[in-house]
């Protein structure tokens, strides 16, 4: 369902159908700038509809924590019997923290580690997503030390391309992510020898920001042929996770998502014959765009060419353009009738790369407008740092004319803390 778009000037404008100038200034005055914003509304909105396209299948939706880790939006989540897609225990004790059951949470990512799967044991996960031998040989290990059984499915990489950016596409063979089939056809067939992990699910996640169904077409298809080889030898298949990876507008007239139903069609279709449980692990397209960064103008500067803006967001705390030369709205709030103006809207970081847009049209600004940012909910705060030394921003939730701080900026002693001169020298 996308969102409705709205028009600043001549400007089209997707994230303003989200939030309302007024009450982001409003809070700018409470909390300082740069902070991200959320809507409530929007995420409900995104939860509700997935579970509708969905209605009457065994579904279990696991939100990727990655895409926004902050422990309201996962409250949310919770809060509409969402799951959780995690990659590291510190994703497994937010969502345990929020009220996700861990019964609700699959276990993600080719780094699992002794000390991490055992302790996603002990807290009782759904099940773990293998991407390797080595690791399904692990969780072996560490489940028949602890006595315990574990469920796992094995990430298939179906070597198709998303058409997506190459740096976060994960479906292609050449890429890190999950094994070739002719390499699970062959856990398969020797799975008798696993006592301690129970391996009857598939899980397939083909990369991100994907616009386009044909290659969810092709992955779903292959994973589903599999499937049916798999059953058709004897092996129960309880479970096939189908990934996140759906695409959303950033730059509206431009990007055109995947219809939400045809997905749920696709879907339907593709696994028409599968009696189990379906799981999907939707990150951005459930939060993206129910978010933004509010930034304030700290100068403008004349270049010999180009007219810089500077404002007090940088790289470190929105990293998509620099690192994918993402595109991002980009919005002045201050609502004067203003010629249009080409502006590299760039941060205070010492990094040319600090730039979150080139030449980017928009009317006048000047010190001290506010401005916004769109499509931020998803892989922004997250992916956050504190280079530069610039603290971390804060993060409110906005609900019904009302908001809360749901992250306070934090202080320039909490960022240093941990740090400390040396006390004491240990002999190597
Ligand atoms: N499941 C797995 C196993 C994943 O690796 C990911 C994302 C997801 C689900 C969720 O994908 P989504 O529905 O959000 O597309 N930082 C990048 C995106 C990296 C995505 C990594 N994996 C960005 O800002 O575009």
Redesign the pocket.
Known sequence: MPSAVFFSGTVQVAALSNFLPGELDAIARQVQTPFYAYSTQAIRERVASLQHVFRGLDVRICY?V??NSNLAILQLMALHDVGA?IVSLGEMQRSLKAGIPAGRIVF?GVGKTADEIDAALAAGVWRF?VESVDELHLIQHVAQERGASARAAVRINPDVDARTHAK?S?GKAENKFGVSIDEARRWFAASASLSHVQLDGLHA?IG??ILDLEPFRMALQRVEAFRRELVGAGHAIASVDI????GVTYRPGVDKPVDIADYASLVRETFAGFKGTLAL?????LVAEAGVLVTRAIRVKHGSDRQFLVVDAAMNDLL?PSL?D?WHEIVPLHGRDEPDVAYDVVGPVCETGDTFALGRVMPRCEAGDLLMLGGAG??GAS?GSTYNSRPLPAEVLLDDGRYAVVRRRQTLAEMMAGEQFPQAWHET
């Open positions: 990727a990655k895409a897609d993600s997503n976060i994960t996640h991100s920001q990934g996140g990876g759906l692990e939707p990150g951005r397209w998509r994918y993402a998803a892989y992916m």
